[in-house]
């Protein structure tokens, strides 16, 4: 498994070589992050247990995970993960140093609480963003992947976040209410020229035979309506132990290790270890970097970052 993870530094490694040229930043960034978006249509399809027990299966296999908070204001990874961070992104802004705003929990993941309105702020503010920039490139050489959980929903930050990252891991269950939030969800994406490779995880399926059956109905009307081709990264099962997990605020990944859910979390895990490591990553300089140009021309058709 340590194969697969050193397997996909290498190759991100070397992806991240053609895509150094885009910022000045990512010219000295050596193996930066893959920046991944875990977002969704609907609320409270799962994206935040997504996040924690997707990042630990990761960690288990060796790979450096740090989680981003950016549904800021709600912070339901802390809560997960029973961490109370008292710094948050914004301090960096604020002079402080990325080190001393990253938490560790005990399940070897890296998380970084984004900070009430730090979104709306880099979005909106004119002001000078090239330290947080910087300081974000260097945390980008410390990782392998950064999850960063979105607040759900149709709004031009979710979207703008998701335009902005490397991955898109899109989030929903088999209810028609979610699938047509995802659907909606992804409508408002396809706007903005270039986007980043959709992948999309089932969650709370009774059956995988219902989970394979909704992806299918997805991926169906996004290709024929907005002639986008959805992967699939895998299928969770509708499992109680998450809810007692949450109810621990235990990781069910630690909690009940050998839960059918826990091991959806790990195969979702493997599957992304072997097939997804086709996107270019610009580590998370290259992610603020985009995040303010698409603020600085209005809304995300300036550039792009592969299909
Ligand atoms: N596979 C599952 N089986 C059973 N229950 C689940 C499963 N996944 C999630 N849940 C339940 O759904 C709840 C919401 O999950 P979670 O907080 O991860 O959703 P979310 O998408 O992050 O929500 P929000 O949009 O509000 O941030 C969990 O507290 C848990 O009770
Ligand atoms: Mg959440």
Request: with cysteine; proline share 3%; net charge neutral.
């Amino acid at each position: 498994m340590l194969d697969q993870a050193s397997q996909l530094r290498t190759q991100m490694g070397m992806r991240s070589m053609a895509a150094e040229a885009d910022t000045a930043f990512a010219q000295s960034s050596a193996n930066p992050a893959k920046v991944v978006a875990v977002a969704s249509g609907k609320g409270g399809v799962g994206k935040s247990n997504f996040c924690v027990n997707f990042g630990i299966a990761l960690a288990q296999q060796g790979v450096r995970v740090l989680i981003l908070d950016a549904d800021v204001g709600f912070a339901n990874v802390e809560v997960l993960l029973n961490i109370s961070p008292s710094h948050s992104l914004l301090d960096v802004l604020e002079g402080r140093h990325l080190n001393d705003i990253v938490e560790y929990s005990p399940y070897g993941l890296a998380f970084i609480s984004g900070g009430n309105g730090l979104f709306d702020h880099l979005l909106m503010s004119s002001d000078d963003h090239a330290r947080l920039v910087w300081e974000l490139g260097k945390l980008s050489q410390m990782y392998d992947v950064v999850l960063l959980d979105c607040a759900a929903g149709v709004n031009e930050v979710s979207i703008r976040l998701v335009a902005a990252a490397d991955q898109l891991v899109l989030v929903t269950t088999p209810e028609p209410t979610a699938m047509a939030d995802a659907y909606a969800f992804m409508k408002l994406l396809t706007r903005r020229l270039i986007t980043p490779a959709p992948q999309v995880v089932v969650n709370r399926a009774q059956s995988f035979t219902e989970a394979k059956q909704s992806v299918d109905r997805l991926t169906r009307v996004t290709s024929r309506f907005l002639d986008v081709h959805l992967e699939t990264l895998g299928y969770i099962l509708e499992d109680p132990s998450v809810s007692q997990a949450v109810m621990r605020q235990v990781p069910v990944l630690h909690h009940a290790a050998n839960s059918k859910a826990a091991s959806c979390y790990r195969q979702i895990a493997s599957n992304f270890l072997r097939k997804d490591l086709q996107t270019p990553s610009l580590g998370m300089s290259g992610f603020f970097d985009r995040l303010l140009k698409s603020r600085l021309f209005g809304g995300g058709r300036d550039r792009g970052h592969g299909a």
